[in-house]
């Protein structure tokens, strides 16, 4: 069974950062694409960022560009996403998510979230 | 960057009644569209993708049609487990972005 489970989220003082990482399991991470979608309170679907499966290549909403770096470690099965500069509106659900097939842009499963909060 | 417009933003459909939700997109995505569905405190679930294929495990009663610019997701005779938010999302172009979802209450 494919499983992503995220940690890492919390409350976080606004210019202030956090690492958010997600742990796979029940497939070969190393050969999918990985993707961050978040959710603000009470709102709808955010596309947020996209790391390659080998690392090689990111791709980041123009939102978080500059203040967010996603990465891997194939080797740990694990999922990363580093939040610097943190605003109110960056507050949401972040939630890890596989590709349906290795060169799919649908995703199944999602993770079941981790959620930042980002006030003083 | 496409932006996906859904409607109505709430369906207030009575168990057992069909329930159609629309998706439309700023420019043609052809069936590269795809549903999920969000249930309180959980995270989405995949309903359909390629416009109209069911994910694995999904119910026969959810059907998706549709094709370029607007698409239709059906719940033929719903549940009571199906009143929920359901969204959609364009994979055709990077990148992917998603509708603002429909919310689907009892009536």
């Known amino acids: 069974e494919v499983q992503l489970v995220e940690s890492g989220g919390g409350l976080v003082q606004p210019g202030g950062s956090l690492r958010l990482s997600c742990s796979a399991s029940?497939?070969?991470?190393?050969?999918?694409?990985m993707h961050w979608v978040r959710q603000a309170p009470g709102k709808g679907l955010e596309y947020v960022s996209a790391?390659?499966?080998?690392?090689?290549?990111?791709y980041y909403a123009d939102s978080v560009k500059g203040r967010f770096t996603i990465s891997r470690d194939n080797s740990k099965n694990t999922l990363y996403l580093q939040m610097s500069s943190l605003r109110a509106e960056d507050t949401a659900v972040y939630y890890c998510?596989?590709?349906?097939?290795?060169?799919?842009?649908?995703?199944?499963?999602w993770g079941q979230g981790t959620l930042v909060t980002v006030s003083s | 960057e496409i932006v996906m417009t859904q409607s109505p933003a709430t369906l207030s459909v009575s168990p057992g009644e069909r329930a159609t939700l629309s998706c439309r997109a700023s420019?043609?995505?052809?069936?590269?569209l795809a549903w999920y569905q969000q249930k309180p405190g959980q995270a989405p679930r995949l309903l359909i993708y390629?416009?109209?294929t069911r994910a694995t495990g999904i119910p026969a009663r959810f059907s998706g049609s549709g094709s370029g610019t607007e698409f239709t997701l059906t719940i033929s005779s719903l549940q009571s487990e199906d009143f929920a938010v359901y969204y959609c999302?364009?994979?055709?172009?990077?990148?992917?972005?998603f509708g603002g979802g429909t919310k689907v209450e009892i009536k």
């Open positions: 999302q364009q994979y055709n172009n990077w990148p992917v972005t």
């Open positions: 790391i390659s499966s080998n690392g090689g290549s990111t």
């Open positions: 420019q043609s995505v052809s069936s590269n």
């Open positions: 998510v596989k590709p349906y097939n290795w060169n799919s842009n649908w995703f199944d499963p």
């Open positions: 029940g497939f070969t991470f190393s050969s999918y694409a």
């Open positions: 390629g416009a109209s």
